[in-house]
């Protein structure tokens, strides 16, 4: 076993970022208001109009995010936030239950649920992923 972690890729979030996580939940990333959200849709009747209820969830994004793995396949991240306030700061490479203390502890988590931060994470990776693969396609054609 080896506690040696590898880079694996690095994303910028430089653009609202939207994530299906429940039936009519959506995890919204707003770099341009700096903060994350919980959207809920509701709609009785379809002759209803629909109603949307946004709900913050950290007053905080994640600017850039790294991601590690060991040999273990155990993650880690290496994330720069940027708060509501403005400020910035660093955390180096840690667990998400660390990562998830930090911002507890910095006061701006509003709604207390790790799996949120794991979703933004997870989704901001993807979707750097899939946009390089997107690119390296149009390269080839």
Do not use: C
């Not at 994004?61 to 991240?77: A, C, S, T, W």
């Not at 794991?118 to 080839?140: C, G, H, R, W």
């Amino acid at each position: 076993m080896t506690n040696n972690y590898e880079l694996i890729t690095t994303a910028t979030v430089d653009k609202s970022m939207i994530r299906k996580i429940g039936e009519n939940q959506y995890l919204k990333i707003i770099p341009s208001e700096r903060i994350i959200q919980i959207s809920t849709i509701k709609q009785n009747k379809i002759t209803e109009p629909i109603e949307q209820v946004d709900e913050i969830i950290i007053k905080a994004y994640p600017k850039e995010v790294g991601l590690f793995r060991n040999q273990n396949k155990d993650i880690k991240y290496e994330t720069k936030w940027e708060t509501s306030d403005g400020e910035t700061f660093d955390i180096p490479s840690s667990d998400i239950k660390t990562i998830y203390s930090l911002l507890q502890a910095k006061k701006i988590i509003i709604v207390d649920n790790m799996l949120h931060l794991s979703n933004v994470l997870s989704m901001i990776i993807k979707q750097d992923t899939l946009e390089k693969k997107i690119a390296d396609i149009k390269d080839e054609i």
